[in-house]
């Protein structure tokens, strides 16, 4: 089952919190399971203070963002009832990865880089990221057929988040690759989870659209597939570059 490696999350981030919070915890072991969305909370604004240096700042849409990624990391059933899950496009799911939509500066990449590094020492839960262009880059410079097989292996590691999709070009490499398109169908074919990102396609920022406006980019059967693979989580607010 694709959220077997998932449903240990909650006994994994109590490790996280005993590694980082050593000294509180020493003598307070808890049951493995009983990690809290607070724990993670925490994790993650400090993390975020460290890599980005600077406080993270919450309001409304910044919270209603980011509900949706805690809720799935932790498998809490909260996930379900969340106002930017878009249930009405996908049906929500642990065993689909999660397709964030939304605007410009909204926190879709820094936040997954986040969760990146307070999973990192975490198997299950390590998440590797690519921008689509990196992705791009990386099969286009692949020289052999044993370099082509490497990028096909790399691309199969459990967990992947895929930043910006639809922003990258078609690969060019003795012929012509829509290198997204194949990575995304090998990782369903293999039943592993995946998480993107994208931008609005709309000047509306309409979801549902921009979810069609890929299905165009990548064709049919991928558009299909987005469904089985994907919940749909809506990022809204205005941008943070200002
Ligand atoms: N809640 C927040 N508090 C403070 N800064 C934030 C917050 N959310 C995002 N930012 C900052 O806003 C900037 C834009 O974030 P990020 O690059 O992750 O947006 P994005 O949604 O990926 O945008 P794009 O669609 O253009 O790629 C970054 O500098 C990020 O650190
Ligand atoms: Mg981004």
Redesign the pocket.
């Known amino acids: 089952m694709r959220s077997n490696d998932f449903k240990k999350a909650g006994q994994i981030i109590s490790q996280i919190k005993r590694n980082t919070n050593k000294s509180n915890t020493d003598n307070q072991m808890k049951p493995l399971n009983e990690f809290t969305k607070q724990e993670l909370w925490k994790a993650f604004l400090k993390t975020f203070k460290e890599m ?1 240096n ?1 406080e ?2 919450e309001d409304k849409n ?1 919270l209603n963002n980011l509900k949706p990624l805690f809720f799935y990391f932790l498998k809490d059933e909260k996930f379900f009832e969340c106002e930017n899950l878009r249930a009405d496009i996908s049906a929500p799911s642990f065993e689909k990865g999660f397709m964030i939509i ?1 605007g ?8 997954m880089k986040v969760f990146q590094n307070i999973f990192k020492n975490y198997p299950n839960l390590r998440l590797k990221i690519y921008t689509s262009k990196e992705l791009v880059h990386k099969y286009e410079i692949c020289q052999t057929p044993l370099d082509k097989q490497s990028f096909i292996k790399d691309a199969e590691r459990k967990l992947m988040f895929i930043d ?1 999709i639809s922003s990258e070009r078609i690969a060019s490499n003795y012929g012509h690759m829509d290198v997204i398109d194949e990575v995304l169908i090998n990782r369903y074919d293999k039943n592993l989870i995946t998480f993107v990102s994208c ?1 609005y396609t709309t000047n509306n920022n309409c979801a549902k659209q921009t979810l069609q406006d890929l299905g165009l980019r990548y064709g049919g059967r991928m558009y299909d597939r987005f469904h089985e693979m994907f919940n749909i989580i809506e ?1 809204k607010g205005s941008s ?2 200002r």
Not at 104 to 111: A, E, R, S
């Open positions: 980005y600077k993270f700042h910044v939304g410009y500066g909204l926190g879709k990449t820094d936040y910006d931008n990022f943070f570059r």
